[in-house]
């Protein structure tokens, strides 16, 4: 399966892009970093998911990038520019016929409520990921990402449902 990981600039895509490829690969699934331009003539095997951590914004959609995904995953923060950002790329990933979903990232008690309000369709919510002070700490330091967070576990066999 061919995954598209986008949304804004420091939301958390690098971050739950390896660590969601940290999950596949306990269960089994080769992983592989492709090239963009690579993408749409890219042919996986049964077992193989393709990761694909974009640059911030929307513009690899006006590239035709996705067109050559099976899914796209938007990360979605805890902020203003990022729920706006929902409703663009739902609407792109919905105008090239591609499934979508979101994936709630730094999220606390205090705005999660605010989150699922204002994100352009919340039953595409996948996973609610906690703001984790242990995640936030290694990617400070430059440590391997050690943790396995339970949502990135969900969201790993989501997918493998998919196929």
């Not at 269960?27 to 492709?34: F, L």
């Not at 990022?82 to 730094?106: D, W």
């Not at 595409?124 to 967070?149: F, H, R, Y």
């Amino acid at each position: 399966m061919k995954i598209t990981i986008c949304g804004k600039g420091g939301c958390g895509k690098s971050t739950i892009t390896s660590l969601l490829a940290k999950a596949l690969a306990r269960r089994g699934k080769a992983m592989g970093t492709v090239m963009t331009q690579f993408v749409q003539n890219l042919r996986l095997a049964e077992n193989q998911f393709a990761l694909l951590d974009m640059e911030a914004g929307v513009e690899h959609f006006g590239r035709g990038i996705d067109n050559g995904v099976d899914l796209v995953l938007m990360i979605v923060d805890p902020s203003y520019e990022s729920l706006q950002l929902s409703r663009k790329v739902g609407e792109l990933a919905e105008s090239i016929g591609k499934p979508f979903y979101y994936i709630f990232n730094k999220v606390t008690e205090d705005n999660r409520e605010m989150m699922y309000e204002n994100v352009w369709k919340t039953e595409q919510v996948a996973v609610c990921l906690e703001a984790d002070p242990k995640i936030m700490n290694e990617g400070l330091t430059g440590k391997e990402l050690s943790e396995k967070p339970e949502p990135v576990e969900y969201l790993a066999e989501f997918l493998l449902s998919l196929v």
